[in-house]
Antibody, heavy 120, light 106 residues
Framework: QITLKESGPTLVKPTETLTLTCTFSGFSLTTSGVGVGWIRQPPGKALEWLAVVYWDDFKRYSPSLKSRLSITKDTSKSQVVLTMTNMDPVDTATYYC????????????WGQGTLVTVSS | DIQMTQSPSSVSASVGDRVTITCRASQRASSWLGWYRQRPGEAPELVIHAASTLQRGIPSRFSGSGSGTDFTLTINSLQPEDFGTYYCQQANSLFTFGPGTKVDIK
């Protein structure tokens, strides 16, 4: 059974850097084709993909946020870390991590999400 | 970047109704197209992948069709647990979600 769980601060100040950790189980991020992605959802709004890291350490970012994002993996800890710099109130959202399935290329298992509020 | 649009943006339906949602990609999405259901307060759940393949554990009242740039999700005999918001997503070039279609109770 695949599970993922996000952890990190619930409140950050404007201009600060956000660091979120996704801890997963039930799969290995060394298996060919597997990835872990981050997706966010502002309150009452649509889903927005942010970043993904693959089993071979290949990384892709949303073009609109690329300059602010960094994604890394630690396979020994079964964790993926997302950092987002220069946080702004518009970045207030629920942040999800999700397992990217090798065959479909889609996110077939999601964490419960963590709400991050950006406010001074 | 591939942009996704969905229609309608919202639909009111009753239990037992058939609901159809369409999704259009600005460029060819090939078969890397999926549909997600998001119930209020919950994480999204993948219901259809490869445009028309039912995800494991998803009931057969859900079906998907389409190819290239135009796709459709159909829910036959809507059930109470199906109310929520539905998103399409392409994975042919990076990842893009559609704006969502809210299905609420008539």
């Amino acid at each position: 059974q695949i599970t993922l769980k996000e952890s990190g601060p619930t409140l950050v100040k404007p201009t600060e850097t956000l660091t979120l950790t996704c801890t997963f189980s039930g799969f290995s991020l060394t298996t060919s084709g597997v990835g872990v992605g981050w997706i966010r959802q502002p309150p009452g709004k649509a889903l927005e993909w942010l970043a993904v890291v693959y089993w071979d350490d290949f990384k892709r970012y949303s073009p609109s946020l690329k300059s602010r994002l960094s994604i890394t993996k630690d396979t020994s800890k079964s964790q993926v870390v997302l950092t987002m710099t220069n946080m702004d109130p518009v970045d207030t959202a629920t942040y999800y991590c999700a397992h990217r399935a090798p065959l479909s290329g889609l996110f077939d298992n999601w964490g419960q999400g963590t709400l991050v509020t950006v406010s001074s | 970047d591939i942009q996704m649009t969905q229609s309608p943006s919202s639909v009111s339906a009753s239990v037992g109704d058939r609901v159809t949602i369409t999704c259009r990609a600005s460029q060819r999405a090939s078969s890397w197209l999926g549909w997600y259901r998001q119930r209020p307060g919950e994480a999204p759940e993948l219901v259809i992948h490869a445009a028309s393949t039912l995800q494991r554990g998803i009931p057969s009242r859900f079906s998907g069709s389409g190819s290239g740039t135009d796709f459709t999700l159909t829910i036959n005999s809507l059930q109470p647990e199906d109310f929520g918001t539905y998103y399409c997503q392409q994975a042919n070039s990076l990842f893009t979600f559609g704006p969502g279609t809210k299905v609420d109770i008539k």
